[in-house]
């Protein structure tokens, strides 16, 4: 079912290039030509705001958005209605007009999606509706099923866009960058029960707060994806080499290590982990600085995670895992370096990735210290010309079974060491060793034949 899943999303042209799509304008509404004082329910918007909580006008070319003192979740919104499309794109400036530290804020809803800007936290959130089982800690008035997906700088214009495919339940997040979203969702219910009357796009202010809170809206526009595109275009070359740099990315240091053997730091795309504050509940806050749309993806030659984590909280989503694995049964190479975040310590077991690893997970407790530190036994095939003499050493090692199919290319005192295994027309790499212990040589990724190794980790099996 993942298999099937991850090659529809791969499929999807229009949402992994939605430039290649025919795009067809919905919706679009600037301002500029609108007079200062215009109230929105002039523009065509439907205003529901029975506690008088929300006052929306044009000022300055733009929609100003005013969110006056409210009790929890009583604010008020407009809406118009939109076409129904099933691959679509939604665009939206918007700054917060204020410093203040307060509330919820602002809301913009489209279909079944919504966001809104946490002010109290400055982050922009995600929200569909969970079980009252899965609150989050500490936020008791915000709605069940809302999520951060990154912070936003206030009194600034931020560029926002939601890119939505209803027929692969997927959303991507951006903000100014457009080449990467910050949050990807999958598997989830892009339509809703309100899609089967039409579609609406929903502006408005959530309330919760005790102060004023004002808010500029420009460029609103929505677009349709549904076209079919270009469906003669060539698959794009497998270029590139993308690695989530993780809690070890100081040591593993591996864009720096892969330039330093000669490949182009115009082929490394870098992700990196982030922590997000301090934990209200018995779990790690991490998400990741961006992640990679399928476009991305696609152009993958060797997917890195550098004692990266995939949970909890779907640091990297279930959807982006199917995505890398659909890639490398195409022909792309994983390489999983070990680490405090990796394997079964990163919450790996109980995802997508899990099955295709070259080793069997065997819960969070994987990794065992080495004292003495076990010098990495010099192999025979390709690697042994590489300076195994110095005698490169590993002091933390995780305690994984090498799967049946797999074979082990490296050893550390007998130790499996570097486990690998087919996958489709691709290849997967365990590095089972960890950037633990003492950080100088001849630790292994201090040994001078590490940045020649790492090259050969990541070179993509021969077609």
């Known amino acids: 079912m993942r298999r099937a899943c991850a090659a529809a999303l791969l499929a999807a042209s229009a949402l992994a290039s939605p430039a290649a799509a025919a795009e067809q304008v919905l919706l679009a509404q600037d301002?500029?030509?609108?007079?200062?004082?215009?109230?929105?329910?002039?523009?065509?918007?439907?205003?529901?705001?029975?506690?008088?909580?929300?006052?929306?006008?044009?000022?300055?070319?733009?929609?100003?958005?005013?969110?006056?003192?409210?009790?929890?979740?009583?604010?008020?919104?407009?809406?118009?209605?939109?076409?129904?499309?099933?691959?679509?794109?939604?665009?939206?400036?918007?700054?917060?007009?204020?410093?203040?530290?307060?509330g919820?804020?602002?809301?913009?809803?489209?279909?079944?999606?919504?966001?809104?800007?946490?002010e109290y936290c400055g982050d922009w959130r995600r929200y569909f509706p969970d079980p009252v089982a899965r609150r989050q800690i500490g936020f008791n008035q915000e709605p069940v099923g809302h999520r951060a997906i990154v912070k936003f700088a206030k009194r600034t214009a931020n560029r926002y866009r939601i890119i939505f495919d209803k027929s692969a339940d997927r959303v991507e997040y951006y903000l100014n960058d457009f080449a990467d979203p910050v949050y990807?969702?999958?598997?989830?219910?892009?339509?809703?029960?309100?899609?089967?009357?039409?579609?609406?796009?929903?502006?408005?202010?959530?309330?919760?707060?005790?102060?004023?809170?004002?808010?500029?809206?420009?460029?609103?526009?929505?677009?349709?994806?549904?076209?079919?595109?270009?469906?003669?275009?060539?698959?794009?070359?497998?270029?590139?080499?993308?690695?989530?740099?993780?809690?070890?990315?100081?040591?593993?240091?591996?864009?720096?290590?892969?330039?330093?053997?000669?490949?182009?730091?115009?082929?490394i795309r870098d992700y990196h982990l982030l922590h997000t504050g301090a934990a209200l509940g018995v779990e790690n806050n991490f998400i990741s600085s961006r992640l990679p749309a399928m476009a991305a993806t696609a152009r993958t030659a060797t997917f890195v995670f550098a004692d990266f984590p995939a949970g909890p909280g779907q640091v990297v989503p279930d959807c982006v895992q199917e995505d890398i694995l659909a890639n490398v049964r195409l022909g792309a190479r994983l390489l999983m370096l070990g680490g405090m975040c990796s394997f079964g310590r990163g919450g790996y077991a109980a995802g997508?990735?899990?099955?295709?690893?070259?080793?069997?997970?065997?819960?969070?407790?994987?990794?065992?210290?080495?004292a003495p530190a076990l010098a990495i036994d010099p192999p025979q095939g390709p690697l042994a010309a590489l300076p195994w003499a110095e005698g490169p050493t590993v002091s933390y090692l995780h305690t994984l079974a090498p799967a049946p199919e797999?074979?082990?290319?490296?050893?550390?005192?007998?130790?499996?060491?570097?486990?690998?295994?087919?996958?489709?027309?691709?290849?997967?790499?365990?590095?089972?060793?960890?950037?633990?212990?003492?950080?100088?040589?001849?630790?292994?990724?201090?040994?001078?034949?590490?940045?020649?190794?790492l090259a050969e980790l990541v070179r993509p099996p021969a077609p």
């Open 184 to 267: 990807i969702d999958g598997g989830v219910p892009v339509w809703g029960q309100a899609e089967f009357l039409g579609g609406v796009l929903r502006l408005g202010s959530w309330g919760n707060s005790g102060q004023t809170l004002s808010f500029t809206v420009d460029n609103l526009r929505l677009v349709s994806l549904d076209g079919d595109g270009d469906a003669a275009a060539p698959p794009p070359a497998r270029d590139q080499v993308m690695v989530f740099n993780g809690l070890s990315q100081d040591r593993y240091a591996v864009r720096r290590t892969l330039e330093s053997a000669g490949i182009p730091a115009a082929r």
């Open 31 to 102: 301002f500029d030509s609108v007079p200062d004082g215009t109230t929105i329910d002039r523009l065509g918007w439907r205003v529901v705001d029975p506690a008088g909580t929300c006052r929306m006008e044009v000022r300055g070319k733009a929609l100003r958005v005013t969110s006056l003192t409210a009790k929890a979740m009583q604010g008020g919104y407009a809406e118009i209605p939109v076409p129904l499309c099933v691959r679509g794109q939604l665009d939206a400036e918007i700054s917060s007009d204020h410093t203040v530290r307060d």
């Open 352 to 370: 997508p990735l899990a099955p295709a690893l070259p080793v069997r997970l065997a819960g969070t407790w994987d990794l065992a210290g080495l």
């Open 104 to 118: 919820v804020g602002l809301y913009l809803g489209l279909y079944n999606i919504t966001t809104f800007w946490h």
């Open 406 to 453: 797999a074979t082990v290319a490296l050893t550390a005192g007998g130790r499996p060491f570097l486990v690998r295994r087919a996958l489709g027309k691709g290849e997967v790499l365990a590095l089972l060793g960890t950037a633990c212990g003492p950080d100088e040589a001849p630790a292994f990724w201090r040994w001078s034949g590490w940045p020649a190794l």
